[in-house]
């Protein structure tokens, strides 16, 4: 690996949508009956506070940002800060959404249940503009996370966040798709990443074998990422430079799949750090499938244990595409 850098770096991690997150687990989850929970767990969550949350995980500062509002805010407020997270929220009226994680302990199988996020007036959004660019004048490095709700569609929030990023030369990666992606591309992302079902969703792609999926990313750092990190899951994730360079890591395998729910946001935070501290891309990408493993096997995300990280990291075996 590349030589560490010393200190502990700050990071923006932007998001417009927290939730709070209710975890059910069930000794068996069925359709149309009577279900009853074996637990409840209340956590914060949201694509932008999970990659927050992982970065104080992994030994980082990191600001969250996004619009919360109600009692449901502010458990997800406690919550992010409480697991080191640095709270950054814009608050308005409406209550902050709750999203649903069944966990089916007989199959094995996790059901997600989303609620849509409020809509977010122009004044509520003019404040958090302001707020969250300041803040990233004073950070290390930039996350961009999810997409816009409904009520921004067409606003192309994130612009000013790349541009900015670019001006003072910060490392960001940004894990979006479709025209939120697209938006930004110009401002040359280190890393481009989502998983195989947002790629095909952002460009058309015949079929989902490695050609498919090899064109559609080489499309991405034609547009100008620098990387194009695509994930699938527990199979081979795909890794391709803008100099022709490409790559498949398989992600190590941690033990006993319990929660998959925000795995690919741990991808996100454990690369961004990865880079920040001195790693190749490719080093930083298996370190990031790393914690995404090890973060299906615990029952809330973005607490995995970070003491194998580096032992699954040189288990996430990388293969060169002639």
């Known amino acids: 690996m590349s030589t560490v850098r010393p200190g502990q770096p700050t990071f923006l991690s932007l998001g417009l ?40 995980r992994l ?27 640095m709270p950054a929220f814009t608050r308005q009226a409406a209550n902050t959404r709750v999203c649903d994680t069944i966990v089916d302990r007989a199959t094995g199988t996790v059901t997600e249940l989303v609620e849509e996020a409020p809509p977010i007036g122009a004044a509520h959004l003019a404040r958090f503009m302001k707020a969250a660019l300041a803040l990233e004048r004073r950070c290390d490095g930039l996350a961009i996370s999810g997409t816009v709700p409904p009520s921004l569609a067409g606003r192309a929030v994130y612009i000013p966040f790349a541009e900015l990023a670019q001006q003072l030369n910060l490392p960001w990666v940004i894990d979006s798709h479709r025209g939120d992606l697209q938006a930004v591309l110009a401002f040359r992302p280190l890393v481009a990443k989502m998983n195989v079902e947002e790629l095909a969703g952002t460009f058309p792609m015949r079929g989902r074998g490695g050609r498919a999926i090899l064109a559609a990313a080489r ?6 990422a620098r990387h194009a990190f695509i994930t699938d899951g527990p199979r081979p994730a795909w890794l391709v430079a803008d100099d022709g360079r490409a790559w498949t890591i398989n992600p190590p395998d941690a033990g006993p799949v319990v929660n998959p729910i925000g795995s690919g946001d741990c991808v996100t935070a454990a690369l961004l750090d990865a880079i ?16 995404g493993s090890a973060n299906t096997i615990t029952p809330i995300p973005a607490r995995f244990d970070p003491e194998p990280l580096e032992r699954l990291a040189r288990a996430a075996a990388a293969t060169r595409i002639a």
Request: proline share 1%; glycine share 16%.
């Open 276 to 291: 920040w501290r001195g790693r190749s891309v490719l080093q930083a990408a298996r370190y990031g499938l790393a914690c």
């Open 219 to 224: 499309r991405l750092t034609a547009a100008g």
């Open 59 to 85: 030994g980082g500062r990191a600001w969250v940002t996004g619009f919360i509002g109600g009692d449901s805010g502010r458990t997800v407020e406690r919550d992010a800060r409480s697991r080191g997270a």
């Open 17 to 56: 949508t927290p939730a709070l997150q209710r975890t059910l687990i069930l000794d068996r989850f069925q359709v149309g009956g009577v279900n009853r929970a074996r637990e409840i767990r209340l956590s914060a969550a949201g694509k932008g506070v999970n990659v927050g949350m992982a970065l104080a």
